[in-house]
């Protein structure tokens, strides 16, 4: 019985230990990779081994399937085939390989121990948008471990993809995926057909994402769904279980969260807030009517409406741009964000009216204006949002800006 080194794929790497020798291994691996070993097993046949990486203190844990608590060996004969596809383990036991198991003896097909196996309890989330693509490790509390961000490239962003999923997983194992991706997405057919990225049309994202860690779970959401479900688990939407998530920024991207769970609707494009109508004779909409609350709110459609009423700017004037003006008490920049503050208030009360919701959560560019935005949100909601079961419906601004996606696709997994 030889000590086997491990193999590595393109992401992730093929852990096999070899029986008695896998302290050994364990030790010789923890130095390459990191790793510290913070607890043995009693006996080679007995007890966990818990690992520890030093640079990112998140936990690896290298358990005996066949210690501790009897395992249930059919979930465990399962399970070993498709973690071991998983790139995630291995296993052999202290004999160097099958012998009879304690339930299953003199059947070969059954008999073999299950023995070290690699779980890990962090996922992989990816973030992909129309000019940024990010991904994270993130632990089960919702933390990011260890995290990258890459600008989507104009052509091929594939390749983008791939190079920041690597620089981000390190070999380390992952036990599922999650991906959040801009819109629209078909969560049926697992594609992405994002506006601002012309080169991905039906692009099957989800299928390609699986080519690279075979047999992981892996999962598909609107990024609109992936911040409200980001915000809802650790940020300001935390104990609310219907709510709403806003991203006011280029546009008025948003996702629902009811009855604590993310909601996709029919193809994973329910929350679409930036499309409720709040000018039925405004000016048209990338979706092909007018008037809707991101033809008022969007950045760049604020900054353009300024212009129009006179605002004196530079070329490069953006919304940050305009939110230092209004600040500084100028006039049609007031204006502009008094008009984008009653065009989202008017799509929340409609959305909430519709959903039954109590809480709504405001993030993007546009909402780093703070008061300037929330302040005509807060004024409209008292005259648009007056059934007595939205009574007590609240606004509150997000609080974990660009990790809202990443934390949110994590939690479609975990
Ligand atoms: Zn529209």
Same mark, same amino acid.
């Given at each position: 019985m030889?000590l086997?080194?491990?193999?590595?794929?393109?992401?992730?790497?093929?852990?096999?230990?070899?029986?008695l020798r896998?302290?050994?291994?364990i030790?010789?691996t923890a130095?390459?990779?990191?790793?510290?070993?913070?607890?043995?097993?009693a006996?080679?046949?007995?007890?966990?081994?818990t @690992?520890?990486?030093v640079?990112t203190r998140h936990?690896?844990?290298h358990?005996?399937?066949?210690?501790?608590p009897r395992?249930?060996l059919t979930?465990?004969?399962h399970l070993?085939?498709?973690?071991?596809r998983?790139?995630?383990?291995?296993s052999r036991?202290?004999?160097?390989g099958?012998r009879?198991?304690?339930?299953h003896a003199?059947d070969?097909a059954?008999?073999?121990?299950?023995?070290w196996v690699?779980v @890990?309890?962090l996922?992989?989330a990816l973030?992909f948008?129309?000019t940024k693509?990010?991904a994270?490790?993130?632990?089960?509390?919702?933390?990011v471990?260890?995290?990258?961000r890459?600008?989507t490239?104009?052509?091929?962003p594939w390749?983008?993809?791939?190079s920041?999923?690597?620089s981000?997983?390190q070999?380390d194992?992952?036990?599922?995926v999650?991906i959040?991706?801009?819109?629209?997405?078909?969560t049926i057919?697992?594609?992405?057909?994002?506006i601002?990225v012309p080169?991905?049309q039906?692009?099957?994202?989800r299928?390609?994402?699986?080519d690279?860690?075979p047999?992981l779970?892996?999962?598909?959401a609107?990024d609109?769904?992936c911040?409200a479900l980001?915000?809802?688990?650790?940020g300001?939407?935390?104990g609310?279980s219907?709510?709403v998530?806003l991203?006011?920024?280029?546009g008025?991207g948003?996702?629902?969260?009811l009855?604590g769970r993310?909601?996709?609707?029919?193809?994973?494009?329910?929350g679409?807030?930036g499309?409720?109508?709040?000018?039925?004779?405004?000016a048209?909409?990338?979706?092909?009517g007018?008037?809707c609350?991101?033809?008022?709110?969007?950045?760049?459609?604020?900054?353009?409406?300024?212009?129009?009423?006179?605002?004196q700017a530079p070329?490069?004037a953006?919304?940050?741009v305009?939110?230092?003006?209004?600040?500084?008490g100028e006039?049609?920049?007031?204006e502009?964000f008094?008009?984008?503050?009653?065009?989202?208030?008017?799509?929340?009360?409609?959305?909430?009216?519709?959903?039954?919701?109590e809480l709504?959560?405001?993030g993007g560019?546009?909402a780093q204006a703070?008061?300037?935005l929330f302040?005509p949100?807060?004024?409209?909601?008292k005259?648009h949002?007056?059934?007595?079961y939205l009574?007590g419906?609240e606004v509150?601004?997000?609080?974990?800006?660009?990790?809202a996606?990443l934390?949110?696709a994590?939690a479609?997994v975990s």
């Open positions: 030889g086997r080194r491990p193999r590595r794929g393109p992401v992730g790497g093929v852990l096999t230990l070899g029986g896998a302290s050994r291994w030790r010789a130095r390459g990779r990191g790793l510290r070993r913070t607890r043995r097993p006996s080679p046949s007995l007890g966990t081994v @690992t520890r990486n640079g936990p690896v844990q358990r005996r399937q066949a210690a501790g395992p249930n979930r465990l004969h070993s085939p498709r973690l071991g998983s790139r995630l383990v291995v036991s202290p004999s160097g099958r009879p198991g304690p339930h003199g070969p059954r008999s073999s121990w299950l023995p690699t @890990t309890d996922v992989l973030d948008g129309g693509i990010a994270a490790l993130v632990d089960p509390s919702g933390s471990v260890r995290s990258s890459v600008p490239p104009a052509s091929d390749d983008a993809v791939v920041v999923v690597s981000v997983v070999g194992p992952v036990s599922a999650g959040a991706s801009a819109g629209p997405v078909d057919r697992g594609t992405v057909s994002p601002n080169s991905w039906a692009f099957p994202l299928s390609a994402v699986s690279l860690f047999g779970r892996v999962e598909l609107g609109g769904v911040m980001g915000e809802h688990r650790r300001a939407g935390q609310s219907f709510m998530g991203v006011v920024s280029t008025v948003g996702g629902l969260v009855d993310p909601f996709g609707g029919r193809t994973g494009n329910a679409h807030i499309h409720i109508v709040v000018e039925p004779d405004g048209p909409c990338t979706c092909g007018r008037g609350a991101e033809t008022v709110a969007g950045g760049p459609r604020m900054v353009a409406w300024a212009r129009r009423a006179g605002w070329d490069e953006d919304a940050a305009l939110a230092a003006a209004a600040l500084a006039k049609i920049p007031l502009a008094e008009r984008a503050g009653q065009a989202v208030g008017m799509a929340i009360a409609g959305a909430a009216a519709v959903c039954d919701l709504a959560v405001i560019g546009v703070g008061e300037l302040e949100v807060r004024r409209t909601l005259t949002a007056g059934l007595s009574a419906l509150r601004a997000a609080e974990l800006g660009g990790e996606g934390v949110g994590a479609l």
